[in-house]
């Protein structure tokens, strides 16, 4: 049989009055098809701007009606464009393909929007492409339905076959006319996810998020969380309904239900207390506060936290995010499996740790344990003794008053003693970098400071300071340059490992930090 | 010289120092030596083209330029000697019957095992065999040396649509002579971009 | 119109991974679609997977032996026929040059941890000690030279060996840098931030100085100090930064090359935006892949287009649950300013 074939153009050029400044010309064209497709046939619809909506119902006719709008500032550009972009019809009664072309390396001047409205029998197969639509609508079916799309809102409306949605930014809607039959796989990055289902309906829930929350108003049954995926029964349990989104929330109503009254299945109640194990359950949190008067605590999976100055101890835990305190009067406690960490004067001891990022600390009065798997580590001040780890990342403290161990897989380390103290113990070790001690003249210690190389022409030992031997030795095929001996009649150990780097013990005239003293 | 990379041992070669020449020889004789054996499926001729290709290397180092990756002049050096031998020996005989005769006995494999595994080979040795000069060339880069299909076109002078098409017409013939399959050919729709 | 050849065409690509992500896409979704070439598919990965059983063959010693015997007459007279010198890591050639460094930039502000004053080498005791290293002698300015480096050509031809490379601040007369290295003689070369030869010189050293050694992290921070105040940074800087990233073994210089990217978005190219890509994507350091996801946050959010590449392995990490979760947030956060065009 062959399609039927209706096409009616109406092209408009239209000058727009209200634009003065950046006149432009639209144009709209309007094709309409029809097809023959099979009971059990699919339709495929790529579209990478602009609308679709897909709509089920009797027959056994694909029926399309296409708009296509293009915007240009000028006559040229507009015919360029109008050249350039096609509509594509292929397949067979299996399989019916339609595409929007668009030229590759697109010219800025001009815009487009396609809008599809396909009309098909409810018992058809769909699959949709999109990249930036307003809307993309499938109504009333009941075969398969894929959609994979960047941005725009989504609306599976009376869907009853397996679906399969994969969106970046937007929102996605699924609303069940009866209760759900097929699975539905929905994953997201930003976009927000709304389920509406019958109140009867019998599901097995899963859902997940880094930073949204997860909301239903039905009474879920055994609900449990596995890492950040929750799974749960509505009703009896039936087909599972996978709901995944990165930043956006999750919500699962019963219809008729108040969606003010949707409870959380992250531990969001008032009276919960958190604990350490369970970061990644709770909500995200920001907090911006000047001051905050007693012992503050933040547990949440993502936290941006600042807080200008904490009268008290402070212990914050988040699975990411960026923490910066600016000063805390008591103990600090921050714990972050990724995100950079800027701490201002910390007055109690400190312990420190982030999966990833640069820890910037002004201020460790009594000293402390700071660790990052992977960054910079920067302490202007150590009052007191430090172990300071990186899993990759530069180490550096400008002025350390008690004992200083310190040491990175890969990076340089850069410590200077107090001028004060006549001597500090010190460890350092960087398995891929330099180490540079500068310390003041009058410094003793009694220096251990191995360098292991593959190349001993490049990577040296130097200092300023007599008294050291120096023996150099081949180990398989590195060379071990060891330096021992003690300096101004020694003092405590100080104890250097450098591997493919170079070690520099020097002697300099250090200005000291002083740290105002706090107020209270 | 273990510490410098391929461009700077070249750079010694090109002011007239051989003295990279082992380990050059060292880092790419494995790589030539296969795609010979491979190429020509002759033992003997892979040795004569791999010692000739180093050679070549030596002598023709000032045609080396910095931009190009050292692996694909070499190979392109070892194409055109294969495709000359192959040319010059099919006026001769028939290319490689006694592949095998010259493949070590692995210390590992029990007797069954090691037989097992000479069947594999020889089937497809001989599969191989069936393969136009051009095909059996693209595949052996593509499946045996991980090469693009970039560098394949300029190892073997054509554009990276031939070598597709190359690789391609080359499965077809491997597929139905290893499993037995020949099916192929119907045409479908498209899917989705 | 794709049809089933042209998919087919394409599977062999597919086994070694090396489609591009939309035709990657496009057969893959072809091949589960299609139940002819789904059974082609299973065909071709049999297929492959038989090719493998034909095994590596060790070379046989003796060709190696017949190649060196060959080559040594021809070796004699090569190096016969040549005046050139080829450049040579010399030990006592170092020293005097490093020397000669001390006393030629002596009134330059070097960067961090570089002194100017003369300090003690360490002696080794001769009872101990295997290699004696000599100690650092004084040698006349005469064996060291100072360039303008507009006299110098912006090409670096030969692939000169470098070494002991170290940098000179911006002076605040005329924001002169200096950048001063060994090569058969000490060289200092100076001149503006922006000009074409300091430029490639800077490349040349991120790209080939000491491999072997971390050094490149000093002068990745002084690329970045020098560059902060410099408007438009040249883009050969960003891209050597890149090579940086790509191939530098030391994690702690990576992380610093994505981190230095990251103040120069002006400047990305292509290829310094697919290295960010790449690091995102492999790896193995979460700090470099953290700079990296940070890098391209910035990009997303200036409104650069991002190729469908970077979009990709954007989405990829955000859903990817092994992922740091920090990491996931900013890819995330990219692409939520990512407007499709």
Not at chain 1, 200 to 217: E, K, M, P, Q, R
Not at chain 2, 59 to 84: E, M, Y
Not at chain 2, 168 to 180: D, S
Request: charged share 20%.
């Amino acid at each position: 049989m062959r399609p039927i074939l209706r096409i009616s153009l109406a092209a408009v050029a239209l000058l727009s009055a209200t634009q003065l400044l950046g006149a432009s010309f639209a144009t709209s064209t309007r094709v309409v098809r029809e097809f023959p497709i099979d009971p059990a046939g699919s339709v495929w619809i790529d579209n990478p701007f602009g609308s679709v909506d897909v709509i089920g119902g009797e027959g056994h006719m694909v029926s399309v009606t296409v708009d296509r709008v293009i915007t240009a500032p000028d006559a040229t550009s507009m015919k360029a464009a109008s050249d350039n972009i096609g509509l594509s019809f292929e397949g067979d009664t299996k399989v019916r393909l339609m595409r929007t072309l668009l030229p590759p390396g697109r010219n800025a001047r001009w815009t487009v929007a396609v809008n599809y409205v396909v009309r098909i029998p409810r018992s058809v197969n769909v699959k949709i492409g999109s990249k930036l639509a307003e809307h993309i609508r499938v109504a009333h079916v009941n075969g398969s339905v894929t959609v994979n799309g960047f941005s725009g809102t989504l609306i599976m409306e009376g869907v009853n076959g397996a679906s399969a949605v994969n969106m970046v930014n937007g929102r996605i809607i699924y609303d069940y006319a009866q209760q759900p039959v097929s699975k539905a796989q929905v994953q997201a990055v930003n976009a927000d996810i709304d389920i509406y289902l019958p109140p009867a309906s019998n599901v097995s829930w899963v859902a997940n998020t880094l930073n949204g929350d997860i909301l239903t108003t039905f009474n879920v049954r055994l609900p449990r969380f596995s890492g950040t995926i929750f799974h749960g029964l509505i009703g009896k349990g039936g087909p599972t309904i996978n709901t995944e989104t990165m930043m956006g929330r999750v919500l699962v109503l019963a219809k008729g239900s108040n969606p003010n009254q949707a409870q959380s299945m992250r531990q969001n109640s008032a009276n919960h207390q958190p604990v350490p194990s369970d970061v990644m359950l709770q909500p995200k949190q920001i907090i911006q506060l000047p001051y905050f008067i007693g012992d503050f605590t933040s547990v949440a999976s993502i936290a941006d936290v600042t807080v200008g100055e904490v009268r008290g101890n402070a212990r914050i835990e988040t699975g990411a995010g960026e923490v910066e305190l600016g000063a805390v009067f008591g103990q600090c406690n921050v714990t972050s499996l990724g995100g950079p960490l800027n701490l201002g004067d910390i007055m109690g001891a400190l312990f420190a740790h982030t999966g990833a990022g640069d820890i910037i600390v002004r201020a460790a009065r009594m000293g402390g344990q700071v660790t990052t798997d992977g960054g910079l580590i920067r302490v202007i001040v150590a009052g007191g003794p430090m172990t300071l780890r990186s899993g990759g990342g530069d180490i550096i403290v400008r002025q350390f008053s008690a004992a200083m161990d310190a040491e990175t897989t890969s990076g340089d380390i850069t410590l200077t003693g107090d001028p004060h103290q006549r001597t500090l113990k010190v460890t350092a070790r960087t398995l891929q970098g330099n180490i540079i001690l500068n310390v003041s003249p009058r410094f003793g210690a009694d220096i251990d400071a191995t360098i292991l190389t593959t190349d001993p022409e490049v990577n040296e030992l130097t200092t300023d300071f007599k008294g050291l031997t120096v023996r150099r030795e081949q180990v398989g095929n590195k060379t071990r340059i060891h330096a021992t001996g003690k300096i101004n009649g020694g003092g405590e150990r100080v104890e250097l490992y450098a591997e493919e780097g170079d070690i520099q013990i020097s002697s300099q005239n250090i200005t000291p930090i002083k740290l105002a003293t706090p107020k209270r | 010289m273990k510490h410098l990379n391929d461009q700077e041992l070249m750079s010694i070669v090109q002011a007239g120092d051989f003295a990279p020449a082992s380990e050059l020889y060292d880092r790419y004789s494995s790589r030539i030596y296969n795609f010979a054996y491979r190429f020509l499926r002759n033992s003997e001729a892979a040795e004569d083209a791999t010692q000739e290709v180093f050679v070549k290397m030596l002598k023709h180092a000032n045609q080396f330029h910095g931009g190009a990756k050292l692996s694909t002049w070499l190979f392109s050096i070892t194409a055109n000697h294969c495709r000359d031998y192959l040319r010059k020996s099919e006026n001769k005989s028939k290319e490689g019957e006694d592949v095998l005769a010259t493949l070590p006995a692995s210390a590992e494999l029990s007797p069954e095992r090691h037989m097992e595994r000479r069947e594999d080979e020889k089937l497809i040795q001989k599969a191989l065999g069936l393969l136009s000069h051009d095909q059996r060339e693209a595949i052996v880069l593509s499946r045996y040396q991980g090469l693009s299909y970039a560098e394949i076109a300029q190892i073997a002078g054509c554009s990276e649509g031939a070598v597709k098409t190359r690789v391609f017409r080359a499965m077809e013939v491997l597929r139905k002579a290893l499993t037995g399959d020949s099916r192929g050919g119907d045409r479908c729709l498209t899917a989705m971009p | 119109m794709f049809d089933c050849d042209a998919m087919r065409e394409n599977m062999p690509l597919l086994l070694t991974e090396s489609l591009d992500p939309v035709q990657r896409e496009q057969t893959h979704q072809h091949i589960e679609t299609c139940p002819i070439c789904v059974a082609e598919w299973s065909a071709y990965k049999e297929t492959w997977l038989i090719l493998d059983k034909l095994p590596e063959v060790a070379v046989p010693p003796r060709v190696k032996q017949r190649f060196l015997a060959e080559i040594s007459p021809a070796m004699a007279q090569a190096m016969a026929q040549t005046n050139v010198v080829p450049f040579r890591r010399g030990r006592t050639m170092r020293w005097l040059a490093q020397a000669a460094a001390v006393v030629i930039v002596g009134s330059s502000a070097f960067y961090a941890g570089h002194r100017i004053a003369p300090r003690t080498q360490l002696i080794p005791t001769q009872a101990q000690v295997t290699a004696i290293q000599p100690a650092t002698p004084y040698y006349s300015i005469a064996e060291s030279r100072v360039l303008p480096a507009a006299s110098i050509s912006p090409q670096i031809e030969g692939r000169p060996d470098i070494q002991n490379v170290q940098f000179s601040d911006a002076s605040p007369l005329n924001q002169q840098i200096g950048v001063s290295f060994d090569i058969t003689s000490h060289v200092t070369v100076t001149g503006r931030p922006t000009d074409k030869s300091m430029v490639r010189l800077l490349r040349y050293v991120l790209e080939n100085e000491d491999r072997e050694s971390p050094s490149r992290s000093r002068a990745i921070d002084w690329v970045r100090a020098t560059y902060a105040n410099v408007g438009n940074p040249d883009p050969e800087i960003t891209e050597a930064l890149a090579n940086v990233l790509r191939n530098d073994q030391h994690q702690g210089v990576r992380i610093k090359a994505a981190d230095t990217l990251q103040s120069m978005q002006s400047a990305m190219t292509d290829g310094t935006r697919d290295a960010l890509v790449e690091a995102l994507k492999n790896d193995p350091n979460p700090a470099v892949r953290l700079k990296a996801v940070e890098a391209l946050a910035k990009l997303a959010r200036s409104g650069v287009a991002l190729d469908p590449d970077m979009v990709d392995t954007l989405r990829r990490k955000a859903s990817q649950n092994d992922e740091n979760v920090y990491v996931r947030v900013k890819a995330a956060e990219a692409l939520s300013s990512i407007q499709p065009r």
